[in-house]
């Protein structure tokens, strides 16, 4: 048995590691990431989701649903500091180049249990004003 080691170095997030319970992705800079690209929000409705911030600077976006609104906040993260994203937020990160975090799931978290929301322009806007 020996200590296994992974690394991604390309643009957006791969899953490096996956047992029966949990995956661990390393998330990347990539240009529907930058605040120029951004046109969306996720959730994800069975699970939360985990960020750490490794290297270069991430705004984690997320909406709260207020009736067929949306209410935006941002966080600025913090190196080295666990985020949790809990179960049906609306979130999204904005990053800048040579970003690299982490991010650890439920192996189950996927494209059947989660939703993607495309923006309005308006809400586009929003977005980047809080991000900046």
Known sequence: MKILDY??????MQRVYENEKWTVGIKNWKPANDITGITNIERHNKTDELFVLVEGKCTL???EEKGKDLEFHA???????LYVIPQSLWHNTITVKDTKM???????TGNDNSDVRELTPEQIKTVQELAK
């Open 7 to 12: 690394e991604f170095t390309g643009a957006g």
């Open 102 to 108: 982490f991010l650890i799931e439920d192996v189950s």
């Open 61 to 63: 976006i997320y909406a």
């Open 75 to 81: 966080v600025k993260m913090e190196k080295g500091k």
